[in-house]
């Protein structure tokens, strides 16, 4: 401000620098010269911090980084001519990372008929940070940095919002996760759009909810800890030539990824794409799956569908495990509910797990629950037994429901009910295949009667019988089940009678497996 009142003046560096600072931009870095050092000045003046640096390419390189680091862009400021070529290298390298970047060269004087584009500012924002980030380039003419105006003539247009959020096609996020759950081998691949994104806490819920193995890009390292035990990082090739299905979070099928093309990759493996940009998806390969979106909505999305479907061992024992008292007894029987359950959930104490044992024997879960029950009362009134069942191992004891009961012993019963041994069938196939002919010619061996209500065993005790189908239901009642003392309980959780472990990743050890 020059002067007082309505005369005061400020100069075209000062409206460029606090328009800088209305729409949020923090960072300038750059090499100053005539016309634009003034604009280094007014930005300091206005708080914006000014960094100084030796050539305008490393100026542009800092100034995208913290565009990607922050999410609003970062100013590289430079002359005209040479500076505006010197920055040119970062520009190309903030486009083709996606990154927000706002590069302002100072070039001559122009004539007075252009004037007028404070309105660029915003303009310039919004187009680094919406769509797919990147870079853009503000031209402001000398005399314009020079120039005085009357304060109160300029309005600065209100900071730009955020970009909208959009998220994917309904049938098309379905059409994912249906693929997802009948991978043998799926893959994530996270990249530095996931990073851009900020969908850290809603991948991380997807990777651990679905058990699903992630691969990070470079940059997309750290979305989710390296050290996390699904991380396959360790084998990069392994993972990318054996995965059956893979879902491309933000990042693109280009040489870092090989194309995305054999020999590095299966012919026929299935690509899941996220990405913001229309353009980018069906680059290289032909998805069998695109999802046009934010990467952290379209996750919702995606965990918003696999809860309404069906759920399956690993989300099941995702939620037991995230409840699990680490002082309880497991105990467990059973084929895929006892193997699978044995590498998710977690033992704490020497001497606290008992299952099938040496002899693989099934009917021996509910007698080792009692057995655990009685010790624990003695020795540690509170402490609780969880009692993992498949639903075939269960009926081999489950009549000793009414010995729990008559003791009144702190046992939760989990009954991971999938209609069958190993494998069984969904109600309406089961009605379908009886159609063909007597039941002990035609039904398979391996099925037992779909949707078979086990917690009315407990309740007809007077124990506490919960039947769920959501992983919201089985929260819900596993929270109660353990903090309520005064009886067992019997939770019989559906999951998809199809529902598989994760194939086995040596060969020869498969034929060995119960
Ligand atoms: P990497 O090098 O880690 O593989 P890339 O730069 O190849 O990552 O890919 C990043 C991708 O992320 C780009 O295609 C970009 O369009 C996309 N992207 C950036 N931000 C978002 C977002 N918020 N939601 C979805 N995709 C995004
Ligand atoms: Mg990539």
Same mark, same amino acid.
């Given at each position: 401000e020059r002067s007082n009142g309505s005369e005061a003046q400020v100069s075209g560096a000062e409206v460029i620098a606090q328009a800088l600072k209305a729409q949020d931009v923090n960072y300038m870095f750059g090499i100053v010269g005539i016309p634009v050092t003034e604009i280094s000045l007014a930005a300091q003046k206005v708080g914006i911090r000014y960094v100084g640096m030796r050539n305008e390419q490393a100026a542009c390189y800092a100034a995208s980084a913290v565009g990607y680091l922050t999410g609003r862009p970062g100013v590289c400021l430079v002359v005209s001519g040479p500076g505006l070529i010197h920055a040119l290298g970062g520009m190309a390298n903030a486009y083709m990372n996606c990154w927000p970047l706002i590069v302002i060269g100072g070039s001559s004087e122009r004539s007075?008929?252009?004037?007028? @584009?404070?309105?660029e500012f915003p303009q310039a924002v919004r187009s680094s940070i919406y769509g797919r980030p990147g870079a853009c380039y503000v031209d402001i003419p000398a005399d314009f940095v020079n120039l005085q105006v009357n304060v109160n003539s300029i309005k600065y247009v209100e900071c730009c919002l955020p970009p909208p959020v959009c998220m994917a096609e309904t049938s098309a996020v379905c059409m994912a996760a249906s693929l997802l759950r009948n991978a043998k081998q799926p893959l994530l691949i996270i990249g530095k759009g996931a990073a851009y994104a900020r969908a850290e806490h809603s991948i991380r819920k997807l990777v651990e909810q679905c058990q699903l193995p992630f691969l990070p890009t470079p940059m997309g390292k750290g979305v989710i800890r390296d &050290?996390?035990? &699904?991380?396959v990082g360790a084998a990069r090739s392994r993972a990318l030539q054996f995965a059956d299905v893979i879902v491309l979070?933000?990042?693109?099928?280009n040489w870092i990824l090989h194309f995305g093309l054999p020999p590095r990759y299966q012919p026929d493996v299935k690509f899941i794409q996220v990405d913001i940009? @229309?353009?980018?998806?069906?680059?290289n390969v032909r998805p069998a799956v695109t999802l046009l979106g934010d990467i952290n909505a379209v996750t919702q999305q995606e965990l918003a569908s696999q809860k309404s479907l069906p759920m399956n061992y690993y989300t099941v024992f995702y939620h037991v495990q995230e409840q699990l008292p680490r002082d309880c007894f497991l105990v467990s029987e059973g084929a895929n509910t006892m193997d699978i359950g044995r590498t998710v959930l977690q033992n704490y104490?020497?001497?606290?797990r008992l299952d099938a044992g040496t002899f693989g024997t099934m009917g021996v879960g509910l007698g080792f629950a009692i057995a655990a029950a009685v010790v624990a009362k003695d020795r540690n009134p509170g402490q609780r037994v969880i009692c993992v069942e498949g639903d075939s191992a269960f009926?081999?004891?489950?009549?000793?429901v009414e010995t729990i009961c008559r003791y009144n012993l702190p046992i939760v019963l989990l009954v991971v009910n999938n &209609?069958?041994?190993y494998q069984g069938l969904d109600a309406d196939t089961w009605k379908e295949v009886l159609k063909s002919g007597d039941a002990t010619t035609v @039904?398979?061996?391996?099925?037992?009667?779909?949707?078979?209500?086990?917690e009315h065993v407990i309740t007809a005790f007077g124990g506490k019988g919960y039947f769920v189908q959501t992983p919201e239901e089985l929260q819900k009642s596993l929270r109660q089940s353990l903090e309520d003392l005064t009886k067992p309980s019997l939770i019989n959780i559906m999951i998809e009678p199809q529902a598989m472990r994760k @194939?086995?990743?040596?060969?020869?050890?498969t034929s060995s497996k119960i």
């Open positions: 007075q008929e252009t004037m007028g @584009a404070f309105q &050290n996390h035990p &699904n991380c979070f933000g990042a693109r099928l940009c @229309a353009e980018e998806l069906g680059n104490l020497p001497r606290h009926g081999f004891s489950g009549m000793e &209609n069958g041994i @039904a398979p061996p391996v099925c037992l009667l779909p949707h078979s209500h086990y @194939a086995q990743d040596f060969h020869w050890l």
